[in-house]
Each structure stands twice: as C-alpha cells, then as structure tokens.
C-alpha cells in the first residue's frame, strides 16, 4: 500500500528508537509495523529505577501508585441533557433517539445502514440467522476470541470449526482456512481481536472463492481501518458491542452493519418479533412475516450511546499515539514481543494492548508470577483468553437434540471434534505468552506508558531474585 508518509518512515527505520516520541506525528502514529521493524534488541539499561529498590512484588516501592483513567467516562455537563430529556419523555421503548443513534453509527464507519441491538452477542446471531446459517451448516471462526463469538453459531445449530492464529498478529491465520474449509462450510467470522484489525483483503478473497458468507465480529475494534475503510464493512455484515469494558461503552449494547437493504431489512424485522420492516412499538396486529425474536435497544441506552459517541474519535486516537509508544519502547525488552499490524492497516480500536512475554529471556520466571510483579509495580495486567475450543460448552450442545438430528454421530464425538480443532498456536498464546493492558490505561499520558516500560524493565532487571515466588 503506498503511503504519503513513506520516506518518514523509512529514516525511522535507518534510525534508532531514541527520541522517538519527539519525532513522531499523529498520522505516523497510527502504522506501527515500519517503527519497529529492524530495530534490534539491546540490553536494557536500568537507570530509570533505583536498583537498590527491590521488586514491589518484594516489598520493594512499587513504580507507580496513581489511578489509571477510570472506564467509562462520564461527563455530566455534557453527557446527560439528552439522557435526562428521555427519562422525562416517558418514551423509554424504541423511538427517534435509537434512529438517531443508528443514522450516526452508520455515519461514523461510512456504512449504508446500522441497527441497534441489545448486545454484541446478539447482534452476531441475528446476522447469522439472516443470512441463513442452520444447523448442518459449518462456520470457520478464530479460538483466540471472546465466548460471544462461538456461543451464537452453536445457538443457530451450526458448527464451529477452529483456525488458528497467527501468535505475531494475534488474528485468524488467513493461510490456515482454507484446510478448514469442507462442503459444509457456509460462513467465516474474522474477528478483530483486540481492536487490531484482522487480515481483511486475504480472507475475502478466499471467502469469495469459495462462496462464503463473511461477517465481521468487530466487538473491539471500534474506528480500527485497513486502507482507511472501517472494519465491520467488509463482509456482508459487521457487529459490534457497546457492553461496558468496549471502546464505545453503554452498559449493554450492539449494532449490526452492512451495505444491503434486503438484509438489513430482515435483521430489523427478526429483532422486532419478526414483525415488518419499520414498525414500531405500540402497533399490533400489522401481521408477523419471518421467525423472529425480541432484540431492542432502548431510548435511554442510545442516549447514553449518543453521548460517547462524540468522544470515540479522539480517545480513538489518544490510543493509537499511546499504544504506538509503548510498544517502541518496550520492544526493546528483551522476552517482550509486542503485536504486529497488518501493513494495510491504517488504525486500530486498541481495546487491548497485547504483547507476547517469552519467559526464556526472563530467566525462566513464569507468566503467572511475571503478571503478579507487574501488578504489584501498579501495572495492571492480565494472561487474557483461555482456550475456547476444547470447552464443555461445545460437548453440551453437540449431545443437545438439534444436534443429534442434523450432524452425523462422528462429528459430534467430543474427543475426536476436540483433535480436529487443535490450534496450537493459540494454545501458546493462551496457556504461555500473551500478557494484555486494557484499554483505559491507554487513555493516559506519555508519562504512564514511561510507568508501564519502567516496570517492564525492573522486572526484567530482577527475574532472578522473583523466581522464588510462586
Ligand atoms: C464483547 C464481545 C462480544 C459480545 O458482545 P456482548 O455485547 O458482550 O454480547 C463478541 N465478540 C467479541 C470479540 C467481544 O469482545
């Protein structure tokens, strides 16, 4: 992809990390891959901590005390006339505030429609429904994800089937689907996890090769881009959630985006009881056209929704130029390998900021004790996802009766189901090395990541004397 900001980007590269942040523009900001490529990893000097303060997680004095941002900002004076005036109105169902809300959302990523759900969760059902995935069917989905991306295929009676991940990316492994693919295989869900946008332009060319339905599990990844288009626009649908901890926080909360009318149609028919297109609370007996359920969100919700929204693009970028830093300066560490980004990618949501932590370079110090002495320093931190693709939950359904009328026995034996989906790679990321920051903290200072890069180094300063901890 070219970029206007190339020949920038190229002395970067000649020329070492020192004094970075004072070189760095905001547009530089937001591609990370070309900042850190070709650096190598060089000792790490210790003169920002006193050495003769031991680890916190020892009794030491820890790096740093102060609060991280406090997740999800409220600002009354600006944030709650519009709230207020629904709460008064005593129109609390479905009206002109969750339109509003829609029109912006689809506005925002540049989509034709948006339709506003209860949750993300929900949203992906209702797409899945809608674009016909039954039970029988086979559905390709990443395990380096959130249960709300695997619970709704199972809920439609389809199958998941794991892809594993690229460790570097921590996305789906475009070079790995197509081995998935069988003539059951009807749709993919890429989710971009993390807010980091999966690899889009591959996986459509090979969904387009073999006529799969693609939707986006953009859960996390709020205003994130490849070749500046949004994601959540790419497939023949987009989700997104607004539960509390996500980049555009409600409480509860989802939308379903896409460019087809017919479609969009239908998921707002299947999310109001399957009654027609645009009708609205208090109208009875217009006549039910398709199986649906009950999927709306309410005034009082898009109010909130509204009120965030005029905030997104800024923390949206407050992320990327703080994400961008940190991970110029710990990828020096050595044992820290942080995310990679497609090159095409031209923003990401950050919901999470992720780096792998190899314990060899540590003096074999563990994941779990890393993660303890980081905290203690007053870095919160944490191991991430589990492994989501040998969990009860899939045997549940399989000895379910939907299941066992629509799959042949052999497909629903656990062990051999749980064989065929081994991911190694993503057993590595979960079990091993990825180490997350959430997104809040991202939300701060240049000074706060120096905490985070400072702690880092401390604890790689004193592996030897944490190993005795447990
Ligand atoms: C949060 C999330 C969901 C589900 O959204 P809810 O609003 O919590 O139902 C699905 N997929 C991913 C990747 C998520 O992070």
Redesign the pocket.
């Known amino acids: 992809m070219s970029h206007p900001n190339v020949s920038r980007r190229e002395f970067l590269k000649r020329n070492s990390l020192t004094g970075l942040s004072a070189i760095l523009t905001p547009s530089l900001l937001t591609n990370t891959p070309a900042l850190t490529s070709g650096t190598t990893k060089a000792p790490v000097q210790s003169g920002s901590f006193s050495l003769a303060e031991p680890p916190a997680l020892l009794g030491g004095k820890p790096i740093r005390t102060a609060e991280w941002p406090v997740w999800p900002i409220w600002k009354p004076e600006q944030d709650e006339k519009q709230l207020l005036d629904v709460i008064r109105g005593g129109i609390w169902s479905r009206a002109s505030v969750v339109s509003e809300f829609e029109a912006k959302w689809a506005a925002t990523l540049g989509v034709k429609r948006s339709l506003a759900v209860v949750?993300?969760?929900n949203a992906i059902m209702a797409a899945l429904a809608q674009l016909d995935i039954r039970g029988g069917d086979e559905v390709l989905v990443p395990p380096y994800?959130?249960i709300?991306?695997v619970a709704p295929v199972l809920a439609t009676g389809a199958m998941p089937v794991f892809v594993d991940v690229d460790p570097e990316t921590f996305q789906i492994d475009p070079a790995r689907i197509e081995a998935k693919i069988t003539p059951r295989t009807k749709a993919i869900i890429p989710?971009h996890?993390l807010g980091l946008p999966a690899n889009m332009p591959q996986i459509l060319a090979i969904a387009k090769k073999h006529n799969l339905v693609v939707i986006e599990?953009a859960?996390?990844a709020h205003l994130a881009e490849i070749s500046h288009q949004k994601v959540g626009t790419f497939g023949h649908a987009g989700c997104f959630?607004f539960?509390n901890s996500?980049n555009l926080a409600i409480g509860?909360g989802?939308a379903i985006v896409s460019n087809d009318d017919a479609f969009m149609d239908r998921c707002f028919s299947y999310h109001n009881y399957g009654n027609p297109y645009g009708m609205v609370s208090g109208v009875i007996g217009a006549g039910t056209l398709i199986q649906g359920t009950k999927l709306r969100l309410t005034e009082y919700q898009a109010a909130i929704g509204l009120a965030q929204l005029k905030r997104l693009d800024a923390e949206t970028t407050t992320r990327n130029t703080n994400a961008t830093y940190l991970k110029a300066k710990i990828s020096s560490i050595p044992g820290i390998v942080p995310y990679k980004l497609y090159d095409s990618v031209t923003r990401a949501a950050f919901h999470l900021f992720p780096f792998r932590y190899k314990k060899e370079s540590f003096k074999g110090l563990s994941r779990d004790v890393f993660l303890k002495a980081l905290t203690a320093e007053g870095i919160p931190c944490s191991k991430g996802y589990a492994t989501l693709n040998n969990m009860p939950y899939l045997n549940d359904a399989f000895q379910s009766k939907n299941f066992q009328k629509m799959y042949p026995k052999g497909m629903l034996n656990f062990n051999s189901y749980v064989e065929r989906n081994q991911c190694p790679q993503n057993d590595r990321l979960c079990n091993e090395e990825a180490v997350w920051f959430t997104q809040n903290m991202l939300l701060g200072s240049q000074s706060d990541m120096d905490d985070i890069a400072r702690a880092i180094e401390k604890i790689y300063t004193y592996a030897d004397k944490l190993l005795s901890q447990k």
């Open positions: 949750n993300g969760t994800t959130f709300g991306t989710v996890i599990d859960c996390q959630s539960q996500k509860e989802g």
